[in-house]
């Protein structure tokens, strides 16, 4: 769950997350950047078979939703150093974006300057909003529903509850909430018990017009990470 890049004659490379991106981009990166794409809304509409669910019991996770006048906060990542560091880049993200089934070129803005995009060209990793083109593809549900899913699936990088969790604390962190992440995270607390202060209580776990989206760090040297458990989507 995420979004990218942007290649210039300087051989600058430039990603925007908006799922486990904006606190596990994985790759090294050169700098950080906060701010927002128009038309889009970030929705927990797509599968995850390989890294926090599985075949028979996928996650639901980020994507992307085009919705005129929505806007969706994130992380914009810049890599440079010539085309060996892209590629590796690169490579790395079409491993862990293997669910999305396409790339579209967007503007990036800047907090505080909405009206002239702080770079264009940013490639962000979508899905088509398909199930019969597009296998990964799940679709709205219900919020119940969804969160039922969403607390009990789990995979090689662990369960799907924290994804959704560490994702609201990081748009928290970067001082833009998000008003669906956080309703989805309150009726996941619920499903699995667990009390306002994060102690989890005994309950047993059964079965299985548009507007932007409410709004309410230090640069990391990391290294393409091999192990299927350092991955993330």
């Known amino acids: 769950m995420v979004t990218f890049l942007r290649r210039s004659a300087k051989m600058v490379f430039w990603i925007f997350g908006?799922?486990?991106?904006?606190?596990?981009?994985?790759?090294?990166y050169d700098e950080k950047v906060i701010g927002f794409i128009k038309d889009y809304r970030r929705v927990f509409d797509l599968?995850?078979?390989d890294h926090r669910g599985t075949p028979e019991s996928p996650a639901r996770t980020c994507t992307l939703e085009n919705v005129e006048g929505a806007i969706c906060w994130g992380a914009?990542?810049?890599?440079?150093?010539?085309?060996?560091?892209?590629?590796?880049a690169m490579e790395y993200l079409e491993r862990r974006e293997c669910e999305y089934d396409k790339k579209t070129l967007v503007d990036f803005y800047k907090e505080g300057e909405p009206l002239q995009p702080a770079l264009t060209g940013v490639i962000v990793f979508t899905s088509?909003?398909?199930?019969?083109?597009?296998?990964?593809?799940?679709?709205p549900a219900p919020l119940v529903e969804m969160a039922r899913q969403i607390a009990t699936a789990h995979g090689p990088c662990g369960n799907n509850r924290d994804y959704l969790f560490l994702l609201e604390?990081?748009?928290?962190?970067?001082?833009?909430?998000?008003d669906m992440v956080i309703e989805l995270a309150k009726e996941v607390r619920k499903v699995l018990g667990i009390t306002g202060n994060g102690i989890p209580t005994e309950k047993k776990i059964t079965g299985t017009s548009p507007k932007a989206l409410k709004s309410h760090m230090p640069v990391l040297q990391l290294r393409p990470l091999q192990e299927a458990v350092a991955m993330d989507s």
Do not use: Q
Not at 131 to 139: E, I, M, T
């Open 18 to 28: 908006y799922g486990s991106l904006v606190w596990n981009p994985g790759f090294e």
């Open 128 to 139: 088509t909003p398909d199930k019969v083109s597009n296998k990964y593809y799940l679709g």
């Open 169 to 178: 604390k990081a748009m928290f962190a970067i001082g833009h909430e998000d």
């Open 76 to 88: 914009a990542y810049c890599v440079r150093g010539g085309p060996e560091r892209e590629r590796l």
């Open 47 to 49: 599968a995850c078979i």
